[in-house]
């Protein structure tokens, strides 16, 4: 893909510069050159530092902390190359910013994935490339062209070269169903239900399982992975009312806030596999979490964008 080199061009933001080196090297194309700094008065200071004029650009950058400091980087950098003359403006996101932040279930809230997707548009991006979101609505939000990648294939590739023929998938509740569902027929196993009852932000409780998971070996699959509050109820649930003594747990995005790493670490948390969408904290190996990276996934999608080709083939 080397003819790529003079047409296309990928920066990173300082969220995830490590991933951004990946999908570079799998493109074949060299990381493009930009300076984040800080004033005195902690003001950010964004430079593209080579040519853009007329190129097809795609800017990286993913929600992880400082999650404000890092939206408002994306912006900047958005901007700096609309006033460069770029052709085309490709945000790739593959946590999406404030992507729980989806709907009005409180009086008085802001929706502010959407503000994130209009503030987007006004900066100059074109269009938005993510990956499994929270909820598919969220893409409806976007005045620009989207596209939405799923990491249910790169997970399920993972698992698929174990022996599954003693295992059972988990949705963690009913609005995780269809999801977990998707990695089940991928799988070919059956799937269970957890009857999970939230009690406030913080706390959850598990009611009952609906589904066959007695003495089976377990995998729960959700969207994201942030405390593992909901995940550890879940897995001391079918420890000890179903008999289930190995638990894995896969995700899409593995947010892994405190205290995660001490809750997936502990019994019967066997292994926990997420992708590299955002990066590892540290302390993650010895809790067991290993990641699959989506370096191959975005980079073909930014292949197909930047060639007018099919995105939607990469779910196939």
């Not at 997707?117 to 900066?123: I, K, V, Y």
């Not at 062209?145 to 963690?172: G, K, T």
């Not at 990695?183 to 066959?212: C, F, N, Q, W």
């Amino acid at each position: 893909m080397t003819n790529l080199n003079d047409r296309l061009k990928l920066f990173s933001g300082s969220s995830h510069p490590a991933l951004a080196q990946r999908i570079c090297d799998w493109l074949d194309i060299p990381l493009g050159q930009a300076r984040i700094d800080r004033f005195a008065n902690d003001n950010l200071f964004v430079q593209i530092e080579e040519n853009v004029r007329e190129k097809d650009v795609f800017v990286l950058q993913t929600s992880c902390p400082p999650v404000n400091e890092h939206l408002v980087e994306l912006y900047m950098m958005i901007d700096a190359l609309r006033h460069a003359s770029a052709r085309r403006i490709t945000a790739i996101i593959p946590y999406y910013f404030y992507v729980r932040s989806d709907k009005k279930d409180m009086p008085r809230i802001s929706i502010t994935a959407r503000l994130v997707a209009d503030l987007l548009a006004t900066s100059g991006a074109n269009r938005v490339l993510t990956m499994t979101l929270h909820s598919d609505q969220i893409q409806g939000f976007f005045r620009t062209p989207s596209d939405q990648l799923s990491a249910i294939p790169l997970i399920c590739d993972y698992f698929r070269e174990w022996d599954l023929s003693d295992f059972v998938v988990v949705a963690p509740d009913a609005g995780s169903a269809r999801r977990a569902g998707a990695y089940a027929s991928r799988l070919g196993l059956p799937m269970a239900i957890g009857d999970k009852r939230r009690l406030s932000d913080t706390e959850v409780e598990i009611h009952s399982i609906v589904g066959d998971v007695r003495g089976k070996k377990a995998i729960i699959f959700d969207d994201e992975i942030a405390t593992g509050g909901s995940m550890l109820k879940l897995a001391k649930y079918l420890e000890e009312r179903c008999e289930v003594d190995e638990v894995y747990a896969g995700a899409a995005h593995g947010v892994l806030v405190p205290p995660a790493l001490e809750r997936l670490s502990q019994p019967p948390f066997r292994r926990t596999v997420v992708t590299d969408s955002l990066p590892l904290p540290e302390g993650a190996p010895e809790a067991r979490i290993e990641q699959v990276s989506v370096c191959e996934l975005f980079g073909k999608a930014i292949h197909a964008i930047h060639t007018g080709e099919s995105v939607s083939s990469l779910f196939r």
